[in-house]
């Protein structure tokens, strides 16, 4: 199951970058910000979708199933790419592998994702990241041909879209993973029970982001990703005020706010990943984005799960959820300032 994985984001880190760098191609303006925001509530109301079927799998069959059922959604993506897709008539030119760059870049994140996940060594494994992130900048900045081309963050609105994507997604993630344990292990929901519980979060996500592209267009990127991160800061809040009072006042109407602030924030976090990003670098910046969203997830999760069961003790889901719900308190309202900072600059 390890190596089937490992493939399915092999796949994955092609795909998704790939899909935003065919919107940024295929759309320009207000028609870019208006597929941005289809693209977010897609994927957010896909993935809602997913824990579902998997909920109804792993109930009336096996868990296993679900693994299943990306094949076929995988074979119908590429019949559908193979007939609408036109190969670009533009010829690129060769470039060399950056094999140095991807090693360590591989190492860091591998490095700082264990070692926020309970390795032995903690310190030692993070240094380690450290040197490792070290070498990787030095061996891009000379490079000729970067795998990752550190112009990118020269632009201060795309690190900061970045920064907020990986925190963003980090409170998330975690919040997905602790509900769930929560639903199951103190409101004793079956799986099924538990993916129709994660309901008012779909729908009110799948809404919120219909909503953005105008809302992007009244109050630009900056606003209503302030707007998204007030709101997500009331929905933790909520969550940990709430937390014991049964499932509609302590998870389901913290779940209606939580999906309004995740709609909202993930169109102007996308927007600002690529604002401005030379054509040469779109597939660059969308797959920063990507990347972003993925290891902020990771590390979000391992930081609550590691305050979580290092301050409270193991079979206590209650006071653990309460500390993951601090944490991703205090991930929010780092976004809350970050969005803050963000500006407007022009374009390199």
């Not at 390795?119 to 000379?142: D, K, N, P, S, T």
């Not at 994507?165 to 199951?184: K, M, T």
């Not at 991160?229 to 499932?247: E, H, I, K, P, Q």
Request: a neutral charge.
């Amino acid at each position: 199951m390890i190596a089937a994985r490992f493939l399915q984001g092999l796949g994955s880190a092609l795909l998704a970058p790939t899909s935003m760098a065919l919107l940024i191609d295929y759309f320009e303006g207000p028609a870019l910000v208006k597929a941005i925001a289809w693209y977010s509530s897609v994927s957010g109301l896909g993935a809602s979708i997913g824990l579902v079927l998997g909920g109804l799998f792993a109930s009336l069959w096996s868990w296993r199933l679900g693994f299943y059922l990306n094949v076929p959604v995988c074979l119908l993506m590429l019949c559908l790419s193979w007939r609408t897709l036109k190969e670009s008539a533009i010829s690129q030119a060769h470039e060399r592998f950056d094999l140095l760059g991807t090693l360590t870049s591989v190492l860091t994140c591998s490095l700082l994702v264990w070692g926020l996940n309970g390795a032995g060594q903690l310190v030692l494994v993070l240094v380690l990241a450290m040197i490792f992130l070290i070498a990787f900048v030095v061996i891009e900045y000379r490079s000729q041909a970067p795998l990752l081309p550190l112009r990118i963050f020269r632009n201060g609105v795309r690190t900061i879209g970045y920064l907020c994507r990986a925190i963003l997604n980090g409170a998330v993630l975690g919040y997905w993973f602790f509900v769930s344990e929560y639903l199951q292990r103190v409101l004793h929901y079956s799986p099924l029970e538990v993916g129709f519980a994660y309901l008012p979060l779909s729908v009110t996500l799948f809404l919120a982001a219909m909503v953005v592209p105008r809302l992007i267009n009244a109050w630009n990127d900056k606003g209503v990703l302030i707007l998204a991160s007030l709101t997500m800061l009331a929905g933790f809040g909520l969550a940990l005020v709430m937390n014991g009072r049964g499932y509609w006042l302590g998870t389901g109407l913290p779940m209606l706010i939580l999906g309004c602030g995740q709609g909202l924030a993930l169109a102007p976090t996308t927007n600002m990943g690529i604002y401005q990003v030379p054509a040469e670098h779109s597939g660059t910046a969308s797959g920063l984005v990507n990347v972003a969203h993925q290891l902020g997830g990771v590390l979000g999760l391992a930081m609550m799960v590691n305050f979580g069961t290092s301050l409270v003790s193991a079979g206590d889901v209650n006071d653990q959820f309460r500390v993951a719900m601090i944490v991703a308190l205090a991930m929010m309202a780092l976004t809350l300032l970050l969005a803050i900072l963000a500006g407007k600059e022009e374009a390199e």
